[in-house]
């Protein structure tokens, strides 16, 4: 994902919302994230909340589970034991910050999964987030995941309004619910699919759908990761995302841009869907 030299030490951070799709960070997006940043050289380091989980769901058949983990436990599994608490996610110690989908992000990281538009932010993401975005670093979140970012940074809650996807409007598409809410937040949001990435240069963010597409494959999800991200290029137009990242896959606008096929107007929302994936 980030193109870089073993010798450059490019520093990431990886915030995990727990461990699987129905409670947790979406297993495929956060392991295709860090492949694509082991293979490229950087550093990484997982963080994630010190707090129970919202709930647990059973992944065999999406019913919840009458009992209580940890989120930060959870995420350990994905992180091999690496795990630090959020509270130790400095900007000033990394150079971007990167979040994987899956409802953790819906449900433990915000209640965007219980209450939609309603939500609120859980405030050390929160605080995260815009401790990054004002130190201009950038943010890489795929899925679900813009929507936290939809919520802190959208003109309604006082932010500068982002640029970014949450995938498409379509029959393709159960969780476009959350598009409408993040516009109603004060953003502006692109329709991608699968093959595309969408950027926005003013606020240093690239967001991609992942598995916000019903049927979306591995290799799908992985190819993002792996393609859109790549650092450094000085000499680069969008040199002003930091010398981290460029164009790929035929985006073409300097400022914000996304490709993919539009689709019909269907209104699914992600709350009232919290069984089907992410």
Not at 15 to 20: E, F, I, S, V
Not at 30 to 43: D, K
Request: aromatic share 8%; charged share 20%; net charge neutral.
């Amino acid at each position: 994902m980030l193109r870089a030299t073993r010798a450059s030490c490019y520093r990431a951070a990886v915030l995990l919302a727990g461990n699987g799709v129905y409670d947790g960070s979406e297993t495929t997006e956060a392991v295709s994230l860090l492949v694509g940043l082991s293979r490229q050289g950087a550093t990484v380091t997982m963080y994630s909340v010190d707090k129970p989980q919202a709930h647990v769901v059973n992944h065999t058949n999406g019913k919840e589970m009458p009992e209580t983990r940890n989120v930060l436990v959870e995420s350990a599994r994905i992180a091999r034991g690496a795990i630090v608490d959020i509270s130790k996610l400095k900007a000033a110690d990394h150079d971007a910050l990167f979040m994987p989908g899956g409802f953790g992000v819906a449900k433990n990281f915000s209640d965007f999964g219980f209450k939609g538009a309603d939500m609120a932010v859980d405030p050390a993401v929160e605080a995260v987030l815009k401790e990054f975005h004002a130190a201009k670093k950038p943010l890489g979140l795929c899925c679900i995941a813009p929507i936290v970012a939809a919520k802190v940074f959208g003109r309604k809650s006082g932010g500068p309004g982002l640029t970014l996807t949450l995938g498409c409007r379509g029959d393709a598409w159960p969780y476009q619910g959350s598009i409408d809410a993040a516009e109603s937040f004060g953003n502006e949001l692109k329709e991608c699919d699968m093959d595309a990435t969408c950027f926005d240069k003013k606020n240093k963010l690239v967001t991609a759908p992942a598995y916000m597409k019903e049927n979306a494959t591995p290799h799908e999800v992985f190819t993002p990761w792996q393609n859109d991200l790549t650092l450094p290029n000085p000499k680069h137009p969008l040199n002003a995302l930091g010398d981290y990242t460029r164009f790929h896959n035929g985006v073409t606008s300097p400022e914000t841009s996304c490709t993919g096929s539009l689709f019909p107007t269907l209104s699914t929302p992600l709350h009232t869907t919290v069984n089907r994936r992410l």
